[in-house]
């Protein structure tokens, strides 16, 4: 190996000194830190093209192996890096930091190849009008005029990369810009994809990382375009009437679920009141009825059940469940039950109360349920209230809204539905019961023997909420029980007005 000991190696005047030929490998070792001034007008540090080896003297043309971070001092004069870099040296400088160069000032350079400089931005002059798949480092212009426009994020990013989108026409209003996020984040979460429909908008994202991904340094509110919305399952059961000599029919019974529910939803819940019993010879009271309703959902109603219908000449009374009829004092046909699903619901919020029977027989006919229709009483004998419905949303099944029984006349009254019905009352000898408040159960209806009984009052209603526990806000009224950790859903129990806000 040879090997040459000198202090200075110093080109001929006018000339460049070159180490090495293209091709070539060579080492140069000890350049320790650089002078605050780089060469002087005539001396340039560069990389020569076509060569791995340092040049000293000679114009730039390739910096594709420039190391930028440890360019942390000193001032650059003007020449000697040029104001345009060529086209190879742009495109190689795919990895230069600007953040490194704490100490250097370097003169303009051209910016339009620097494609990947963090945090720095270069505005398109393309308009996009059409769904498009972007990069890092730019700005767009996104014009809506014709359609709306999805925006694809790149598959991968880095820490301080940036994105600026904006509004070319003010139409994002009319068609909104959709941003797919491409599998990274966007404010910490994957879904659903941010919509800006704000005419004017502009929307400025930069990535931080793997946690929270892409996040809005400015969009005009910088709003939360990520909700994590959710469903809400309920269970809406109105208020059961009062049984006359025919049974109480039970509240009307409908499980809504609201879906795509955001924070700050705010939901108002009423729970109907069981009617008021009636006399023997009166119809009974309807219930009144139960609902959720809220800005942010399609608010929905159940029906209070029908009243039971009165020994002698009156029908009963239509409702969530129709109430059964009255038995007859005199010749002619029965009295009628009533309908249910009174007003009309898909599915079906209740069933239709059965007829009384016709004159020396006496037996009211029983309640309509949520899960069947009441049946008509044999002779002397009330009929039993209809079924309510099986339902599982507090964890356990229980069954809700069930019918009244109706009266006996003479003999035994109808037993109320599964449910919460009220049993019909035996004549002469045992009264009827109440409908069970918090099931929407009819009353049971009086008997008769020498003398009629009263009917009995209706159940009051219910509404049950359930959500994913983590997404329970704790933010009600009206006191209603809470219960967590029902196979991960929060459960709340409403048997008197108030509201829940998501």
């Known amino acids: 190996m040879s090997k040459l000991e000198v202090d200075k190696i110093t080109p001929q005047s006018g000339t460049t000194l070159t180490i090495g030929e293209a091709g070539d490998t060579t080492v140069v070792n000890g350049l320790g830190t650089l002078p605050a001034t780089i060469g002087s007008a005539a001396q340039v540090l560069s990389v020569n093209a076509g060569a791995t080896g340092l040049v000293y003297g000679t114009a ?13 001092s000193g001032t650059v004069p003007d020449g000697r890096f040029p104001s345009v870099l060529p086209a190879a040296g742009g495109q190689n400088l795919t990895s230069l930091n600007p953040a490194a160069m704490t100490g250097g000032t370097f003169p303009a350079i051209n910016a339009q190849n620097l494609t990947n400089i963090p945090g720095e931005i270069s505005w398109q002059s393309t308009i996009i009008t059409s769904s498009s798949t972007i990069v890092a480092s730019r700005g767009y212009w996104i014009n809506t005029t014709s359609n709306a426009v999805t925006i694809t994020l790149p598959a991968s990013a880095s820490v301080g990369d940036r994105i600026i989108l904006t509004d070319y026409l ?109 006399a023997f010879y009166s119809i009974g009271t309807s219930g009144t009825n139960s609902s959720i309703t809220g800005s942010s959902i399609t608010d929905i109603t159940s029906a ?117 019905g009220g049993n019909g009352g035996t004549g002469g000898t045992g009264a009827s019961t109440a409908g069970t408040n918090g099931f929407g159960g009819g009353g049971g209806a009086g008997g008769y023997s020498g003398g009629g009984q009263a009917g009995a009052a209706g159940g009051s209603g219910v509404v049950i909420l359930s959500m994913p526990d983590a997404k329970y806000s704790g933010t009600t009224t009206g006191s209603p029980t809470v219960v967590t950790g029902v196979s991960g859903k929060t459960i709340l129990k409403f048997t008197g007005s108030g509201s829940y806000t998501t």
């Open 60 to 72: 730039v043309t390739d910096l594709s192996n420039l190391n930028a971070t440890n360019l942390t």
């Open 304 to 420: 209070g059940g029908g009243g039971g219908g009165s020994f002698g000449s009156s029908d009963a009374v239509a409702g969530g469940s129709g109430g059964g009829g009255g038995a007859k004092d005199s010749g002619g046909p029965q009295n009628n039950g009533a309908n249910g699903n009174t007003p009309s619901t898909s599915p079906s919020q209740g069933n239709n109360g059965a007829y009384g029977m016709g004159a020396g027989t006496h037996g009211g006919g029983g309640g309509g349920g949520a899960g069947a229709a009441g049946t008509v009483g044999g002779v002397g004998v009330g009929g039993a209230g209809g079924v309510g419905v099986s339902n599982s949303i507090t964890g356990s099944a229980v069954y809700y809204a069930g019918g009244g029984g109706g009266g006996g006349t003479p003999n035994a009254g109808g037993t109320g539905g599964n449910g919460g």
């Open 170 to 278: 003010r139409t994002w209003g009319t068609n909104a810009l959709t941003i797919n996020s491409n599998s990274l984040k966007f404010q910490g979460n994957t879904t659903p994809n941010p919509v800006y429909n704000t005419a004017g908008q502009s929307v400025d994202i930069v990535y931080s990382g793997a946690t929270q991904g892409w996040i809005p340094n400015s969009d005009d509110d910088v709003t939360f375009e990520t909700p994590q919305l959710y469903d809400i399952d309920s269970l809406v059961v109105a208020g059961g009437a009062g049984g006359g000599n025919g049974g109480g029919g039970a509240g009307g019974y409908r499980t809504p679920t609201f879906s795509n529910l955001s924070a700050g939803s705010s939901l108002t819940i009423t729970v109907g009141n069981g009617g008021a019993a009636g």
